[in-house]
Structure formats: structure tokens, C-alpha cells
Nanobody, 115 residues
Framework: QTQLVESGGGLVQAGGSLNVSCVVS????????VGWYRQDPGNQRALVAK???????SYEDSVQGRFAISRDNTANTVHLQMNSLKPEDTAVYVC?????????WGRGIQVTVSS
């Protein structure tokens, strides 16, 4: 059973940085495309950043240049380094893994940016 566990969220002031991590178990990590999504109070999710199994990254426009996604295949972990955080970055951040037309989701972690 594939499981995703997020960690590293919290409260930070505007302009600060946070690093959130997603550890994946129960699947062949190196075959997974992994992404981070923001979830709003209505549980709608929007992609923030993604890294493919081949290490190709992509970002939503509002975080381009501020966020960096990376993966460590030896530790089955994807990191999202978030810099120059803004109050509008406040959200629940949810990790997603995609392989063979199947999606797996973590429970999410709260990131709050105060002004």
C-alpha cells in the first residue's frame, strides 16, 4: 500500500522560508512523478510544483523563482524549499504521487505565512 507522509510545515513570517518534505513508502519511488498541491478550505487542489521520475521540474507561475522541488531517490523523499514566502502562500500543502495512471495522496500539512 502506497503511503505519503508530509512534514515540515508551520508558521513563518512573510519573506521567510520553509522546507516541506514528503516521504513515500510502498511503491517503487524512482518510478513516481511527485507533486505538491495547495488545498483550499473547499478542498480544491491546485498544483504548485512537480518533479517527474526523470527529475524534470515544473512550477505554478506564482511560485516560479521562489520555490524549488527536489527528490532524493535513496531516501524516497521529495522536498519543496519555499523562499520569499507571502501571505497568499498560506494553505494546506498536499503531496501527490502518480504512476501508471494512479494517484496517491498524503494527508496534507499546514503552511501559514503571517504578514
Amino acid at each position: 500500500q502506497t503511503q505519503l507522509v508530509e512534514s515540515g510545515g508551520g508558521l513563518v513570517q512573510a519573506g521567510g522560508s520553509l522546507n516541506v518534505s514528503c516521504v513515500v513508502s510502498g511503491n517503487v519511488f524512482r518510478l513516481l512523478d511527485v507533486g505538491w498541491y495547495r488545498q483550499d478550505p473547499g478542498n480544491q487542489r491546485a498544483l504548485v510544483a512537480k518533479i517527474t521520475k526523470d527529475g524534470i521540474t515544473s512550477y505554478e507561475d506564482s511560485v516560479q523563482g521562489r520555490f524549488a522541488i527536489s527528490r532524493d531517490n535513496t531516501a524516497n523523499t521529495v522536498h519543496l524549499q519555499m523562499n520569499s514566502l507571502k501571505p497568499e502562500d498560506t494553505a494546506v500543502y498536499v503531496c501527490n504521487a502518480h504512476v501508471l495512471r494512479r494517484d496517491y495522496w498524503g494527508r496534507g500539512i499546514q503552511v501559514t505565512v503571517s504578514s
